[in-house]
C-alpha cells in the first residue's frame, strides 16, 4: 500500500483524529486482526455477530500498530498512537478502500457467479499477466473485509486489477462495486448457490446484477451467453456474450476434453480466432476461457498474448486439483466449495477419466434453502447415471445424495461425519481408481485429501 498521512487517513473515512500531534510517519499498512500486526500499521477492528475488534485495540497497539480507528474510543489514549474516531469501521474500511482505489488509473475488473467466480478470476488474471502487472484477489477474499485490503494491496507497478466479488444476501454486490467501480464487469453464470437467502433464481439473477450500479459508463458488461437468466439481462451499456450459442459475439465453438489432462477449445470473435489450451480438466472450463478473451481483447492484447495467458493458468486451492498417487491412483481435490451445478460438473470430469474405477466422496452442500432434500437426491442420482462405481456420502444432509444413487442403481455408502469414513476411503482407493473429493467448504473435506494423500507420502 502506498503511504497515507494520518490527516489524509482522517478525512477518507470521515473521521476525527482524537489525540492529533505532529510529526507521526505516514501509514502504509492496513490490519483488522490483531494477532498480526504489521509494525506502523494503522489497525482497524472489526465487529461481527460474535465478536468485537475493539477489545483488541491495546493488543494491537502494544504489537507495533501506530494507531487505530475506532467506533468506540478507548478512555486512555496513548500519546504516541493515533485514534481516529468513526461512526462504523466496517463503512470506514470501504472509504478508505475507495478513496485509495481512485489514485490508480488503471483498468478494473470486477467478477462474481454463482459458480467459478475464483477460477474466472484466476483465468482472466492469467490472461493478462502474459502483458500486464496484475492484481488479482488472493484466495478467498472476497467479501466486505478481503476486497477493501485487495484493493490496499494495489501498488505503483499494478497495471490492471481483476477483482472477485462474492455475496449471499442483496446488497452485497453493489457495497463491494462501490469501492471497486469496474471497467468491466463479468458474471460467470447464475446458479443455486445461496438461494436459501435469496428466494429464487431470479432473486441471485437481480443480486448478482447490482455489478452493474457502478460499472463505468464506458465500460464493458460481460455475461455467459448459455445462461438462460443471464440472458433477460438487457443495459444501456455495451455487453459481450460469451458461450457456444450462436448469438455470443465471443463464442466457443469446439472443446476437445482430454480427461486429468484438460483441455482445449477454439473461441471465435469478429477480431481473430483462438486455439486455447488448459491443463484444468473440465469442459466447464471453457467458459472462463472465453471470458479471459473477452476480458484481454477489450484491454488490447494481442492472440499470442492472450493465448500464452490462458495456457499459464493454474488453479488456486482445492479446485479440481489433480493429485496423482502411486499405482495409478488420481485424487480429484474438488473440495472448496459446493452447488448442485459445481458437483454436477466435477461427477462429468469424473466420469471422463481413464481409470478402471471411479469412485466420488460427496458431502453436505450449503444455503440451498427449499431445494436442499432434492438438490442432494438429484446428485446422488447423477453420479449413478454417469456410471460412477461406487459413491461415499458424508454428512447429515448427504443421506439424499445416498438415497438418490441407491434408487438408481449405484453403489453407495453413507456415514455421518468425515472421521467415520476414512477407513473407507482408504480401501477404496485403489490402484488405477481415481477418486473426486466435494462439498461444501464448511463441511472441510480438505482433511480427508491430506489424510489420504500423506499415506503415499
Known amino acids: 500500500m502506498q503511504p497515507f498521512t494520518i490527516e489524509e487517513i482522517a478525512q477518507m473515512v470521515h473521521g476525527v483524529w482524537k489525540n492529533p500531534r505532529p510529526g507521526m510517519a505516514p501509514i502504509s499498512a492496513v490490519c483488522t486482526d490483531s494477532r498480526s500486526i504489521i509494525p506502523g500499521s494503522l489497525f482497524l477492528p472489526w465487529v461481527g455477530e460474535r465478536f468485537d475488534g475493539h477489545r483488541f485495540i491495546d493488543a494491537a497497539l502494544e504489537a507495533g500498530a501506530a494507531g487505530c480507528l475506532c467506533a468506540q474510543t478507548p478512555e486512555n489514549l496513548r500519546p504516541d498512537k493515533f485514534y481516529i474516531e468513526v461512526a462504523d469501521t466496517r463503512l470506514a ?31 482472466v488474471a492469467a490472461a493478462l499477466g502474459a502483458k500486464l502487472q496484475v492484481l488479482k484477489t488472493p484466495a478467498n477474499f472476497n467479501n466486505d473485509i478481503g476486497t477493501p485490503l485487495t484493493l490496499l494491496g494495489l501498488e505503483a507497478e499494478h497495471q490492471a486489477a481483476v477483482i472477485e466479488t462474492g455475496m449471499n444476501h442483496f446488497g452485497e454486490i453493489a457495497y463491494l462495486g462501490s469501492m471497486v467501480r469496474p471497467d468491466i464487469a463479468v458474471i460467470s453464470n447464475i446458479g443455486d448457490a445461496h438461494i436459501e437467502f435469496l428466494g429464487s433464481r431470479e432473486g441471485i439473477l437481480k443480486a448478482k446484477c447490482e455489478i452493474f450500479e457502478h460499472l463505468k459508463p464506458h465500460g464493458l458488461a460481460i455475461l455467459n451467453g448459455d445462461d438462460a437468466l443471464l440472458n433477460t439481462v438487457s443495459l444501456p451499456i455495451r455487453m459481450v456474450r460469451c458461450g457456444q450459442s450462436e448469438h455470443c459475439g465471443v463464442r466457443i465453438t469446439e472443446i476437445d476434453d482430454h480427461g486429468v489432462d484438460g483441455i482445449t477449445c477454439t473461441v471465435e470473435t469478429a477480431r481473430c480466432r483462438y486455439e486455447l489450451v488448459t ?55 474438488d473440495c472448496y466449495n459446493a452447488s448442485p451445478q459445481s458437483v454436477a460438473a466435477a461427477l462429468e470430469v469424473l466420469a471422463k477419466t481413464t481409470c478402471e474405477r471411479k469412485v466420488a466422496v460427496l458431502g453436505d452442500m450449503g444455503e440451498l434453502g427449499d431445494l436442499t432434500e432434492q438438490a442432494h437426491y438429484n446428485m446422488g442420482a447423477l453420479a449413478a447415471m454417469l456410471g460412477i462405481d461406487f459413491l461415499v456420502a458424508i454428512g447429515p444432509k448427504a443421506v439424499k445424495i445416498a438415497d438418490g444413487a441407491a434408487q438408481s442403481g449405484g453403489a453407495v455408502l453413507h456415514f455421518s461425519t468425515k472421521e467415520e469414513a476414512v477407513a473407507e476411503l482408504r480401501e477404496q482407493l485403489e490402484p488405477e481408481t481415481a477418486m473426486l473429493i466435494k462439498a461444501s467448504h464448511a463441511m472441510h473435506f480438505e482433511q480427508l485429501v491430506e489424510q489420504l494423500r500423506g499415506d503415499y507420502d
Open 93 to 123: 474500511l470501504r472509504d478508505l478502500a475507495a478513496a485509495y482505489r481512485d489514485r490508480f488509473e488503471i483498468p478494473f475488473i470486477q467478477i462474481t457467479g454463482s459458480v467459478g467466480k475464483t477460477t474466472t478470476k484466476d483465468m
Open 279 to 333: 491443463a484444468a480438466p473440465g469442459e466447464h472450463m471453457a467458459y472462463p476461457m472465453a471470458i479471459a478473451v473477452a476480458v484481454g481483447e477489450e484491454l488490447g492484447l494481442s492472440r499470442e498474448e492472450i493465448t500464452r495467458g490462458v495456457a499459464d493458468y493454474r488453479p488456486s486451492g482445492s479446485r479440481m486439483r489433480v493429485i496423482h498417487l502411486p499405482q495409478g491412483r488420481i485424487i480429484l481435490d
